[in-house]
């Protein structure tokens, strides 16, 4: 059964203590508590679940555990991306097995300059073609240096298997051009925070954003107003949120993210090396980015 992919998605973070081990009590705690509110889904293994620093057993086993805390009514859409396309499809196949909703399947880049759109096509079909689930583009050049045209996109829209993608680039100008060439059942899901409410504006139908993890009540919020009409709500929402979703993003990254999971009570923890914490100094300009915008006692209060 294909689910539902309008809404929000938090990317979920994994929690590792001082040491980089796994706290796997801490993640199913977490999922717990982002049960408990109005999201479409959950994203398991994306970029901010620092899957590139994960084993194989690692992955496999936040999937096994994740689903039975992911409620039937709920998306589960699972990063998979690797560097081959014979790999990329051997792992969707064990997560479709663990409950996958989505496979997330990410461009290939360690190879970036013989990353064409025939090659990029090449494999996204191959990928389709053998994915017992659907799959969804992921694209986020600024991770990969890598970029999915338009014109690649809208190649790609025609296989009954490829959903829809993540975009991640930030760029509107992008989400708009493939929102026109691609066939009108593909799905785009934002995964810029900063452009949530113009990327709705243009089509997309909803967001898989890292600001959902910390603050995913008011993000709900904004998509509701959007969906509702209230377009002043949604457009003061998507001001107050801006600030500290460019802060767990572009300014301190995954380890900011983690600060602001504890700042507005879930488990943050340790990024996994060679990420660093942040220092005292960052830590304080992330907070305090997170109060003037009034959203750490809103956090609290839900």
């Given at each position: 059964m294909n689910r539902d992919l309008s809404g929000i998605f938090p990317p979920i973070t994994t929690p590792f203590d001082s040491?980089?081990?796994?706290?796997?009590?801490?993640?199913?705690?977490?999922l717990r508590r982002w049960s408990e509110f109005k999201l479409s889904g959950i994203v398991v293994l994306g970029s901010n679940g620092e899957s590139a620093f994960l084993s194989e057993e690692e992955r496999l086993r936040l999937v096994?555990?994740?689903?039975?805390?992911?409620?039937?009514?709920?998306?589960?859409?699972?990063?998979?991306?690797?560097?081959?396309?014979?790999?990329?499809?051997?792992?969707?196949?064990?997560?479709?097995?663990?409950?996958a909703d989505y496979a997330l399947a990410g461009t290939p880049?360690?190879?970036?300059?013989a990353m064409t759109d025939d090659a990029l096509f090449a494999h996204f079909w191959s990928v389709a073609d053998e994915s017992p689930i659907p799959i969804l583009?992921?694209?986020?050049?600024?991770?990969?240096?890598?970029?999915?045209?338009?014109?690649?996109?809208?190649?790609?829209?025609?296989?009954?298997?490829?959903?829809?993608?993540?975009?991640?680039?930030?760029n509107l100008s992008l989400q708009g051009e493939i929102r026109r060439r691609a066939v009108r059942e593909f799905k785009i899901l934002v995964g810029s925070a900063t452009t949530l409410l113009p990327s709705l504006i243009q089509g997309?139908?909803?967001?898989?954003?890292?600001?959902?993890?910390?603050?995913?009540?008011?993000?709900?919020?904004?998509?509701?107003a959007f969906q509702s009409g209230d377009w002043k709500a949604a457009a003061g929402l998507q001001e107050i949120l801006s600030p500290?979703?460019?802060?767990?993003?572009?300014?301190f990254g995954v380890p900011g993210l983690k600060v602001a999971l504890d700042l507005?009570?879930?488990?943050?923890?340790?990024?996994r090396l060679p990420l660093l914490r942040l220092n005292e100094t960052h830590k304080e300009t992330l907070k305090s980015i997170f109060v003037a915008a009034g959203v750490v006692e809103a956090a609290q209060r839900y």
């Open positions: 040491d980089g081990e796994l706290l796997l009590d801490r993640f199913k705690e977490n096994r555990e994740s689903r039975p805390l992911i409620s039937a009514d709920k998306t589960m859409i699972v990063g998979a991306g690797r560097e081959s396309t014979r790999l990329t499809v051997q792992f969707i196949r064990k997560v479709a097995d663990l409950g880049c360690y190879f970036k300059s583009v992921y694209n986020v050049p600024q991770f990969t240096g890598v970029n999915t045209s338009a014109a690649l996109v809208q190649r790609l829209s025609a296989h009954e298997n490829i959903a829809g993608m993540k975009e991640s680039s930030g997309a139908c909803g967001g898989v954003v890292a600001i959902a993890c910390a603050l995913p009540a008011m993000t709900v919020e904004l998509f509701e500290p979703a460019a802060a767990v993003t572009t300014q507005t009570g879930f488990y943050g923890g340790e990024p």
